[in-house]
C-alpha cells in the first residue's frame, strides 16, 4: 500500500564508468563497480539508510532523517578518497540528494524528493556531495557548516528557485575566514566590482551577495578558459566584506592586492583592494581569460 513520507533521497554513482567498461571490459568493470556499490552500501547501512534500487553504477537510498544522509554521503567520498581502489582501481565518486516529500510503495519512492535529488546527482562533479538549501536547513549545525550555496536553478514542477548548494566535505582542506559579525557605517553597501570581457558586474548588498564564474551557462559571468569548470568559483559578500570561494576540478589562482599569488582549491580567500582572478591557470600577464576585481 502506498504511503506519502518525507525522506531523504541519495543518489550516489561512479564517475566515468563508460571509459571504464571502453578499458577493462564489461566482466571486469562490472566486478570493479560491484566492489565499489558494496562498499557504498556498507557505510550507508551504517548510518540507517534503505537501498531502494540500483541502476547500472548508480544507487538510490532513502534515510528519515537528512543528516544521516548527508553524513553517509561524506563519508563515502571521505573514504573513497582516501586512496580506496577497487580490484585495484581507484575510482572518483558523486552524490546528489534532497529531503521532501516523496511515495512508499512496496519498497520503492516515488515523487519530488526523488526527482529533486536526480537533479542535485545530475549536477554534481566527482568528488562533490550537492544538495539543496531546503536540505542544508534540516541539518544539524555541525553540517550546516559545511555547506555553500553556489548556485540557483529551477526544477520542473517547481514555482521557485531552489538554491544549490555543495556540503565541503573536506573540512580539513577549507580555510574559513574569520569575518567579524561586527558591521561599520556603510559596509552593507560596499561593493566588488568584477570586469571581464566589456563586463562589468557588481557583488553586494541584498540585490546580488553572490556571483559565480564558469564556462557553463550557468555561470553569472561565462569564462571560456579551457580549464575552467562549468561553475567554476564564486564571489560572496559577507557582512561588507568579499570572499573567492573554488569549488573546481583545477582550482582558482588570485593575485592578491599585496602582489601575493594564491592557489585555491575547495578553499576560501578573504579578498580585498584590487588584484586579478584565473580559473583553472596561473594568473599570468597575457591570459585572455583573466577577470579583475576591485573592493574595499
Same mark, same amino acid.
Do not use: H, N, W, Y
Given at each position: 500500500m502506498a504511503e506519502n513520507v518525507n525522506v531523504s533521497i541519495l543518489f550516489a554513482d561512479v564517475c566515468g564508468s563508460t571509459r571504464l567498461y571502453e578499458t577493462l571490459g564489461d566482466q571486469r568493470a562490472q566486478q570493479v563497480i560491484g566492489e565499489c556499490i558494496a562498499f557504498m552500501l556498507e557505510i550507508i547501512e551504517q548510518h540507517g539508510g534503505t537501498l531502494v534500487k540500483t541502476i547500472g553504477d548508480e544507487i538510490m537510498v532513502r534515510f528519515d532523517d537528512a543528516s544521516q544522509a548527508v553524513r553517509a554521503a561524506c563519508e563515502i567520498q571521505e573514504e573513497n578518497e582516501s586512496g580506496r581502489q577497487y580490484s585495484g582501481h581507484r575510482l572518483a565518486l558523486r552524490a546528489g540528494l534532497h529531503h521532501g516529500a516523496a511515495i512508499l510503495d512496496d519498497?520503492?519512492?516515488f515523487g519530488d524528493a526523488v526527482n529533486v535529488a536526480a537533479r542535485m546527482a545530475g549536477i554534481a562533479k566527482a568528488t562533490q556531495v550537492?544538495?539543496?538549501g531546503d536540505t542544508v536547513a534540516l541539518l544539524d549545525?555541525?553540517?550546516?557548516?559545511m555547506a555553500r550555496e553556489f548556485d540557483r @536553478?529551477?526544477?520542473?514542477?517547481? &514555482?521557485?528557485?531552489?538554491?544549490?548548494?555543495?556540503i565541503l566535505w573536506e573540512a580539513n582542506d577549507v580555510t574559513t575566514m574569520n569575518v567579524s559579525s561586527t558591521v561599520g557605517p556603510g559596509m552593507e553597501q560596499a561593493m566588488l566590482v568584477l570586469r571581464y570581457a566589456g563586463q562589468e558586474v557588481r557583488v553586494g548588498g541584498r540585490e546580488r551577495p553572490v556571483v559565480t564564474l564558469g564556462r557553463g551557462s550557468q555561470a553569472d559571468i561565462?569564462?571560456?578558459a579551457p580549464l575552467a569548470s562549468r561553475v567554476h568559483c564564486r564571489l560572496e559578500s559577507r557582512r561588507?566584506?568579499?570572499v573567492v570561494v573554488d569549488q573546481s576540478t583545477n582550482g582558482t589562482f588570485v593575485r592578491t592586492a599585496d602582489g601575493e599569488n594564491v592557489y585555491l582549491r575547495r578553499e576560501e580567500l578573504l579578498i580585498w583592494?584590487?588584484?586579478?582572478? @584565473?580559473?583553472?591557470?596561473?594568473? &599570468?600577464?597575457g591570459n585572455p581569460h583573466l577577470i579583475h576585481f576591485t573592493c574595499p
Open positions: 519498497g520503492d519512492v550537492i544538495t539543496t549545525d555541525e553540517l550546516a557548516d @536553478a529551477t526544477i520542473k514542477g517547481k &514555482a521557485v528557485e531552489l538554491r544549490i548548494c555543495e561565462v569564462v571560456q561588507g566584506k568579499f583592494g584590487s588584484g586579478s582572478i @584565473a580559473l583553472g591557470e596561473d594568473v &599570468a600577464k
